[in-house]
Nanobody, 124 residues
Framework: QVQLVESGGGLVQAGGSLRLSCAAS????????MGWYRQAPGKQRELVVA???????SYADSVKGRFTISRDNALATVYLQMNSLKPEDTAVYYC??????????????????WGQGTQVTVSS
């Protein structure tokens, strides 16, 4: 009923920038919190940044001042602008959306959905 499609990953040199996008589609009524996570090889998935429905944000210390999250509710899309990238930012980045949607039985449901992941590689 709900699909998330990520885009924008790639290979960039240290100090460069990338912008990730995550677009949701389907029988969505409203989106609550949105967030970006990342998982580096051999490490656990970690929260990078989250944004609430009212626009409040929470950043991991490691990305403060370099990454910026934004959302476009009309487009059901969340963005992650990543500047001053470092090799340690290399990971697969996943978006996560908490939202209300129409279930197959027609009722209103709430759930968490994940994007497919996009690789970000920062070379030194």
């Amino acid at each position: 009923q709900v699909q998330l499609v990520e885009s924008g990953g790639g290979l960039v040199q240290a100090g460069g920038s990338l912008r990730l996008s995550c677009a949701a589609s389907g029988s969505i009524f409203s989106i609550n919190a949105m967030g970006w996570y990342r998982q580096a090889p051999g490490k656990q998935r970690e929260l990078v940044v989250a944004i609430t429905s009212s626009g409040g944000t929470s950043y991991a210390d490691s990305v403060k001042g370099r990454f910026t999250i934004s959302r476009d509710n009309a487009l059901a899309t969340v963005y992650l602008q990543m500047n001053s990238l470092k090799p340690e930012d290399t990971a697969v980045y996943y978006c996560n959306l908490n939202l209300f949607y129409r279930g197959r039985d027609g009722s209103t449901k709430r759930g968490d959905y994940w994007g497919q992941g996009t690789q970000v590689t920062v070379s030194s």
